[in-house]
């Protein structure tokens, strides 16, 4: 098996850039897909196959990758972007699946 | 509008066993691979097993802290799937959420997610 790691926490202004980071994962590398949860709610996906942004999604959520490390950047972040954000990944045999540690995002 | 809704959840002790549901209703179940991910208190996400749609083998595969343990399975004539837990650890507490991963949807895992179900294990 294998483990994502990502920072406990960031902790970011209103209006400046908040970067998550995720590494690990299987090899060969597999998509990395992003959730954002918030307290008492289901998580909603927010990034896909590393970079693609779902629809109903603010632009300000991108997402790229490089190496072993896939990051997920949030631009010009709101106070209503505070949350818990999870990477999530699987094996290339498609039996495992595998979430991110979480990071906690605080708008200060 | 695609809903996914858990129920079954409760407190027991520990070498318990329980059954969840997930009632799923505007998707097509049969052709879904569905999942179950749960989330202990204050932790993070965890993926708990799928299982595959019939067409593709409706296999099952687990996490390793589950296997043996909990067992997945599916009817598609009540558009219901199942999650059956036993030999329970107090580790097993936590909110245990369905998902559902359709073909063509964007996630490849995870497109839709119930609001999830409390399960509490203590003695």
């Known amino acids: 098996s294998y483990e994502l790691t990502q920072p406990p926490s960031v902790s970011v202004s209103p209006g400046q850039t908040a970067r998550i980071t995720c590494s690990g994962g299987a090899s060969p590398k597999q998509f990395t897909y992003w959730y954002q949860q918030k307290p008492g709610q289901a998580p909603v996906l927010v990034i896909y196959k590393d970079s693609e942004r779902p629809s109903g999604i603010p632009e300000r959520f991108s997402g790229s990758s490089s190496g072993t490390t896939v990051t997920l950047t949030i631009s010009a972040v709101q106070a209503e972007d505070e949350a818990d954000y999870y990477c999530q990944s699987g094996d290339s045999s498609g039996t495992s699946y595998v979430f991110g540690t979480g990071t906690k995002v605080t708008v200060l | 509008e695609v809903q996914l809704v858990e129920s079954g959840g409760g407190l027991l002790k520990p070498g318990g066993s329980l059954r969840l549901s997930c009632a799923a209703s505007?998707?097509?179940?049969?052709?879904?691979?569905m999942s179950w991910v749960r989330q202990a208190p204050g932790k993070g996400l965890e993926w708990v097993g799928r299982?595959?749609?019939?067409?593709?083998?409706?296999?099952?595969d687990y996490a390793a802290p589950v296997k043996g343990r909990f067992t997945i399975s599916r009817d598609d004539s009540k558009d219901t799937l199942y999650l059956e837990m036993n030999s329970l650890k107090t580790d097993d507490s936590a909110v245990y959420f369905c998902s559902a991963d359709l073909p063509g949807g964007i996630s490849d895992y995870f497109d839709y997610w119930g609001q999830g179900t409390l399960v509490t294990v203590s003695s």
């Open positions: 505007g998707l097509t179940f049969s052709y879904a691979w």
């Open positions: 299982i595959k749609s019939k067409a593709a083998g409706g296999t099952t």
